[in-house]
């Protein structure tokens, strides 16, 4: 714990961190995502909200996900992970957003994605956030994070659309009974 | 946000983005920007599939992985080249951009603009990113051009040569003015200089010692004398040494030809001449090379910012340590770590015993 401190120039990542927050402000990217720093001491983490896409099981909700920038960031992709975790087949049960946008730029050994679909430093905050926004419109079972969660959509749509509907509820405070 | 935070202070300097009604300026201002740092081109390069960045961002980038970053072509470092053109085109806009800027953020205040132009250009020149601060630049757009040559050395002390505010608005001789900072009148041509050196009163120049001035610049020309900084740069590119092969003492005294400190293990000293690689590197790409004193400088300031970031991870954990929920948290957190050494020490004693051989430590 204590060794894991980041070895690497802050100051660029900062920086650059700084722009893109600016100009995420500055140029709001749909009304259906926020993002920005959690506090003004660590640049390097973000909190992200995401409206889930109309038309979609997820539609109506506000998922909060947190941002984690490495040091050497842009260089190398940041962490998203979403707090609560969302049921989709791409998300990690632990909330970490599987997405091959986000997977650096050496570590597929079995090559699935083509370099194309990787990290690379002129991407940013607001690229990947399109990214998931539509990655919550069509999960991608091919490359499954939650594998219960991938065959359940293959298998049953109907029901993995119920739970995450639920769990949309459950989120905003609704439940079955209220309504 | 506020911008008084010391972290957000390295950030102050970030250009003022241009309103969204002038959308074409916003695409010919966008085009000049590295789509590495987002930031205006500082020594553009380009790789062979005709894409460019800042040197220093591409061969950071081209370490991570040998592709293009746009467009994910084959590149490697041996294939960058300077794009001069490139260079002179964020140059010049880096020049004009305040004062089309001030044009197009406010369209009736333009009279005021144009008359208060000095002032524009000092604005900017206080903003400026921290390469610029080679400039003993005139405040006048239209002589800024041709003085370009001077950027290359120090401060304004070593400021050669002539007088950049000698030739403004020399028609205008007798005008008077007053400054658009503190409203003391005094002949125009004045008032950049005065502006310049933060609303001092200026002292007439006596115009008689003009010719013996001129004479002894250009000595200072000739001597080299104005070039002190820029003399120690020379002009080759370092080659890499390979990290995994080399030794400890390869590396310190790859640091020690550079006057750079030789402190710390393997994977620091390794670091750091990796850093000072890419800064040593890049700096050949422009036409406004950095001394190799500020090089260092900025080697020495990167490091200690991650000293920084390192020390205040200590301190936050040392602060969470102090509060009996943290404690309890860290507890927690560690329990398998400590349950799994517990027993690994049982078993280590219990072996010790078993075996019959004496057991250094006596167990009670």
Known sequence: MFGSNPRAQSSTATRRLMKEYRDITADPLQD???????????????????????????EGGIFSAKLIFPPDYPLNPFKMIFEPPLLHPNIYPN?????????????????????????????????VLLSVLSMLAEPNIESGANVE??????????EFERQVREQVKSLLGITENTE | MDLNHPLLASAVDLLPPFPSSHPQIQRLDRSLYCQICKELFSGPVSIPCGHSFCSRCIRGSLEVMKKCPSCNEPASEGS??????????VDSWEEARPIIHGLTSNNSRKRSIMNTGPKNAFAAESTKRPRKESTSRSVSPVKQSSDKKEEIDGDADDMIALDPYTNMAESSEDVKASCPLCDITMPIRDISRHIDLGCQPIKPRPKSQGRENLKADWKKVFSGAGLVKGKDV?????TKPNYSLATPAELRSVLQSYNLSTF??????????QEWILLYNSNLDTSHPKSLGALRAKLNEAEASRRRDKEKGREEMAS??????GLARYAQDTKGEFERLRREIMERDKKRVGSGAEAPIEIE
């Open chain 2, 80 to 89: 960058i080249r300077r794009n001069r053109a490139l260079e002179e085109i």
């Open chain 1, 149 to 158: 969660c991938c065959k359940l959509y293959r298998d049953n749509k109907q």
């Open chain 2, 320 to 325: 969470e340590l102090k509060t009996s929920d």
């Open chain 1, 95 to 127: 909330g970490e957003v599987c997405i091959s946008i986000l997977h650096a730029p050496g570590d597929d050994p079995l090559r699935y994605e083509s370099a194309s679909e990787r990290w690379s430093p002129v991407q940013g905050v607001r690229s």
């Open chain 2, 234 to 238: 020379e002009l080759k590119k370092i």
């Open chain 2, 264 to 273: 710390g293990d393997k994977p620091a000293l390794a670091h750091r001449v």
């Open chain 1, 32 to 58: 259906s995502i926020t993002a920005g720093p959690i506090s003004e001491d660590n640049m390097l983490e973000w909190e992200a909200l995401i409206q889930g896409p109309e038309g979609t099981p997820y």
